[in-house]
């Protein structure tokens, strides 16, 4: 079973459409992530949820949303996507208390 | 605020040679330091961690880092690196008290045969 799964692993989409990823953990953890990694490999936070709770968020569009229906799913949806949102999406998930990240696979968005 | 430096974007080392991986941080609070893999088109992977206690800390596939703190760094190394250690590894830190993570820019290491 895979522990961070997201979905979709590839994207490609035209400037202006609206696509969402979503993403589910089975490890049991309470914090879940968002993580942008662009084209130079720089892995920058955008959003965190404790239990449901928006805890972590960055300077980031508005644009962007994520939604978290329980602690186990972490989505994020984009709108009006831009040349610039190309990169690759991970979520990740934790224990609060703990100090280790769990990474998903990573969702490659290429904006056309 | 905090910071991390990477400071080798890329490292070619030849198989069975030792490595090691800088990594240094600026911070004003206490922080929890680690290494992260990452394998071509797959998410990170967790080498090592250091949260207390020895500052030489050992991870997985044969990998090793030292915290020290007076220079504020966490340097990662392996004695002899195999072609399937190839990947891209990241520096973090996550501050004492709150569980938010700052990653450096990465450094490709590079095996060759």
């Known amino acids: 079973d895979t522990a961070v799964s997201q979905t979709p692993k590839y994207l490609v989409t035209q400037m202006g459409n609206d696509k969402s990823i979503k993403c589910e953990q089975n490890l049991g953890h309470d914090t879940m992530y968002w993580y942008k990694q662009d084209s130079k490999k720089f892995l920058k936070i955008m959003f965190s949820y404790n239990n449901k709770e928006l805890i972590i968020n960055e300077t980031v569009p508005n644009r962007f949303s994520p939604k978290s229906p329980d602690k186990a799913h972490l989505n994020l949806h984009i709108n009006s996507l831009e040349l610039g949102d190309s990169a690759v999406y991970f979520c990740a998930s934790s224990l609060r208390t703990a100090r280790e990240l769990f990474f998903g696979e990573g969702s490659r968005l290429t904006v056309l | 605020a905090q910071s991390v430096t990477q400071l080798d974007s890329q490292v070619p080392v030849f198989e069975e040679a030792p490595v090691e991986l800088r990594c240094n941080y600026s911070?004003?609070?206490?922080?929890?330091l680690f290494w992260y893999v990452q394998y071509p088109n797959q998410g990170l992977q967790l080498l090592l961690k250091y949260l207390s206690g020895s500052t030489l800390v050992k991870g997985i596939n044969g990998f090793e880092a030292e915290f020290n703190k007076s220079q504020t760094s966490f340097h990662l190394r392996k004695p002899s690196v195999h072609i399937s250690d190839t990947a891209e590894y990241f520096c973090?830190?996550?501050?004492?008290?709150?569980?938010?993570?700052?990653f450096g820019s990465g450094t490709k290491l590079n095996v060759k045969p």
């Open positions: 973090a830190v996550s501050l004492y008290n709150f569980n938010k993570f700052y």
């Open positions: 911070s004003s609070v206490s922080v929890y």
